[in-house]
């Protein structure tokens, strides 16, 4: 029983002092870094003296710049998917900027508790066309945000509910919209592209072939949104993510994911198993940027979009790129490699680098978060949930 207690008390001996090692680190960062920092420090490390919370992230969202009309000026938005990685940070970021009533989330989950509290939220199963259909009825919605779908590595091992999710429900999804003349958004990935893609880097016109059910799904979805552009004049809006990386969600199931591990691991343990090889190079986006282009898609005049589906790109990095960058402020990080075949092969057929100069010249997108910032954010911002989470 002492021998546990000893080894219980180093653990968190070890933990604190990580913690400590990373705000002395990223402290002197921004001594250094002076007014000129893109990627805010300073304000990260107000966050840490005391003004953030553990469910807060650490962006800049007034990037965006929020606008102060009354809630009758703006689209009515309804989100799919809403408790995934991303469909929470997209509602907050729509929510500032077109009032609190006009988005609404959705799942088939009970939301927790913070996010039911903060904006409207309903149940929508996307494989329900009537129940979606009221929906969009019911509350006037004019914008809808497609998020809901069946992730790469999980796919593969659910082909059937992949195909039911990311097919099916992008069907109900299209012809509703068509219906009651929405704009709709719906994502799609660096996984559309196979081994057949030019991959470093990937242009917006090439070769797909994917070989993932979640890939050919998003391929699916890519084509039947222009089709129904074309055909029906449908508003349909796409942008190919890369891998996305946030502190405040948990992973869902995708070959990026341990982009997002490793950080969690590296404060709280000092150690960390990587399931890809060392030098698989991914292209990779904050979620920071991630939202703002998703906001900036759905805002852009229609007469700007040269086509439907765009890429958007911020920076591509290996596994060994990214311990050294994170043991610039963690030295004792220790990592070892435990080959995942499954998630290897998938990300063996995927772009390294995402060619994306349409995007940048028809509707202004450009990318904020480099490597660098994106680990001092990521470090900072998990440091201090842990620290508000031991307070309490």
Request: aromatic share 8%; glycine share 8%.
């Amino acid at each position: 029983m002492l021998v546990g207690l000893a080894s219980t008390n180093q653990q968190l001996t070890d933990s604190r002092r990580r913690t400590m090692l990373v705000m002395q680190l990223l402290r002197g960062a921004v001594e250094h870094a002076g007014s000129s920092s893109r990627c805010g420090v300073e304000p990260l490390i107000s966050a840490v003296r005391g003004i953030s919370s553990s469910s807060q992230q650490f962006s800049n969202f007034g990037r965006t710049h929020p606008s102060s009309c009354t809630d009758t000026d703006h689209p009515k938005v309804l989100i799919t998917g809403g408790l995934g990685q991303l469909g929470v940070g997209l509602a907050k970021l729509l929510r500032r900027r077109f009032g609190k009533n006009n988005v609404i989330l959705s799942d088939i989950r009970k939301p927790p508790n913070h996010v039911y509290h903060n904006g409207p939220f309903i149940f929508s199963d996307i494989l329900d066309y009537k129940n979606l259909r009221e929906i969009v009825v019911n509350n006037n919605i004019s914008w809808l945000v497609h998020y809901s779908a069946v992730l790469s590595a999980v796919g593969e091992s659910n082909v059937t509910l992949a195909k039911e999710v990311n097919i099916t429900g992008l069907h109900n999804i299209l012809d509703i919209a068509t219906e009651h003349g929405l704009r709709v958004f719906v994502p799609s990935t660096i996984g559309a592209f196979g081994p057949s893609s030019p991959r470093d880097p990937t242009p917006d016109l090439c070769v797909q072939r994917p070989q993932t059910i979640y890939g050919v799904s998003k391929v699916h979805a890519e084509l039947m949104g222009e089709y129904y552009h074309h055909r029906y004049g449908l508003d349909f809006r796409c942008l190919r993510y890369p891998g996305i990386i946030s502190a405040d969600s948990q992973p869902g199931g995708g070959t990026t994911d341990y982009a997002v591990q490793i950080f969690h691991a590296a404060v709280k343990t000092g150690c960390f198993e990587c399931n890809l090889r060392s030098d698989t190079r991914l292209p990779m986006m904050y979620i920071d940027d991630c939202l703002r282009a998703t906001l900036e898609i759905l805002e852009a005049p229609a007469d700007t979009l040269v086509r439907r589906t765009y890429n958007i790109n911020a920076m591509s990095f290996t596994p060994h790129d990214l311990i050294q960058e994170i043991q610039k402020v963690l030295p004792d990080l220790k990592v070892t490699y435990n080959v995942d075949p499954v998630r290897q092969a998938i990300a063996d057929g995927w772009p390294m680098a995402l060619e994306d100069s349409a995007a940048r010249r028809d509707w202004g997108w450009k990318h904020e978060y480099d490597l660098q910032e994106l680990v001092q954010t990521m470090l900072t911002h998990i440091t201090t949930g842990n620290q508000l989470a031991q307070a309490y």
